[in-house]
Structure formats: structure tokens, C-alpha cells
């Protein structure tokens, strides 16, 4: 079983940055395609960013192109989620998430996609 630690949330004023970390089970993470997900309040969790295993395919919800950056380092099982010039509609509950993935070069964009999730971490930015 996949194991997945989210940290790095927290409460920032609009304008500002935080950087989220998820943190995945050894010998495992190389494997797995990762996204980060956000879910507002009563709504479903959305897509937010999305990366293939090597790292090399990226892919962004519109609202956050130009101001948040998904990476990964192999070596360490780790995933990141930058996030810079937050706005107060970014407050939500964000999620780490991995797939299963037998391709390098593809990452997944539905939910219903991913096999793994972590437990989230609250993101607040304040206006």
C-alpha cells in the first residue's frame, strides 16, 4: 500500500507563497504519475497540477497557470507544489494523489484516475 504525506499547508496572506510537499512510500514513487488536488468547501476535489512519472509532462488547472509549479525529486519520493501570488480563492483542503503508471511520459487530469491519496493539508490565504 501506498503511503502519502502531505505537508507545507498553512495560513498566508494574499500575494504570498507556500510550497506543499507529499511525501510517498519508498521504492514506490518512481512509478506513480502524481497530481495535487484542491477541494473548496461542498464541492467536488479538482485537478489542480499534474506530473508524469519523469517528471518531463506537466499540466495545470487555468486558474493557477503562471503562478503555481508542480516538480518531483525521485530521489527523495517527494512532490512539490509551489504556489506564488495566492489569492483568497485559493483557500482549500489540497490533496497529493499518485497513479499506478506503466508510462514514463503520461500524467492523469480525473480523479478517478489516481489509486492513491494522501490525507490533504489546509491551505488559507487571507485578504
Known amino acids: 500500500q501506498v503511503q502519502l504525506v502531505e505537508s507545507g499547508g498553512g495560513l498566508v496572506q494574499a500575494g504570498g507563497s507556500l510550497r506543499l510537499s507529499c511525501v510517498a512510500s519508498p521504492r514506490t514513487f518512481s512509478s506513480l504519475a502524481m497530481g495535487w488536488f484542491r477541494q473548496f468547501p461542498g464541492k467536488e476535489r479538482m485537478l489542480v497540477a499534474a506530473i508524469s512519472r519523469n517528471g518531463g509532462i506537466t499540466a495545470y488547472a487555468d486558474s493557477v497557470k503562471g503562478r503555481f509549479a508542480i516538480s518531483r525529486d525521485n530521489a527523495k519520493n517527494t512532490v512539490y507544489l509551489q504556489m506564488n501570488t495566492l489569492k483568497p480563492e485559493d483557500t482549500a483542503v489540497y490533496y497529493c494523489?499518485?497513479?499506478?503508471?506503466?508510462?514514463?511520459?503520461?500524467?492523469?487530469?480525473?480523479?478517478?484516475?489516481?489509486?492513491?491519496w494522501g490525507q490533504g493539508t489546509q491551505v488559507t490565504v487571507s485578504s
Open positions: 494523489a499518485g497513479h499506478n503508471s506503466g508510462n514514463y511520459y503520461s500524467l492523469k487530469r480525473e480523479k478517478y484516475e489516481y489509486d492513491y
